[in-house]
């Protein structure tokens, strides 16, 4: 089991930059696949991007590719998401997730999760 915990969301302009954080308990992090997904009012959770257990596999929605960067810290319990040109509809609540196996994009496949950060972007 992990618990996670997001950071670094809040109120940006348009074109600006974050960094969002999420750190993991416990001693085996490196297990897990991790993934941020985002919830925009009235609006489904989307899937943004995911990485595998050590990093070498990456996978982004076609909307932030470009733009977004997912990496890990293993040996910080930590997983990153840089988001760079950010866009109006790119505000949502940003939540990191974490499963066993390989990255998917179904947030059901996903047993574990933070409780959100959120992101703002003003035009």
């Known amino acids: 089991q992990v618990q996670l915990v997001e950071s670094g969301g809040g109120l940006v302009q348009a074109g600006d930059s974050l960094r969002l954080s999420c750190v993991g308990s416990?001693?085996?992090?490196?297990?897990?696949?991790m993934a941020w997904f985002r919830q925009a009012p009235g609006k489904d959770r989307e899937f943004v991007a995911g990485?595998?257990?050590?990093?070498?596999?990456?996978e982004y929605t076609d909307s932030v590719k470009g733009r977004f960067t997912i990496s890990r810290d293993n040996a910080k319990n930590t997983v990153y998401l840089q988001m760079n040109s950010l866009k109006p509809e790119d505000t949502a609540l940003y939540y990191c997730a974490a499963k066993t196996g390989a990255v998917v994009s179904g947030p059901g496949m996903y047993p574990y999760w933070g409780q959100g950060t959120q992101v703002t972007v003003s035009s």
């Open positions: 990485i595998g257990r050590f990093g070498a596999y990456t």
């Open positions: 416990g001693r085996t992090f490196s297990t897990y696949a």
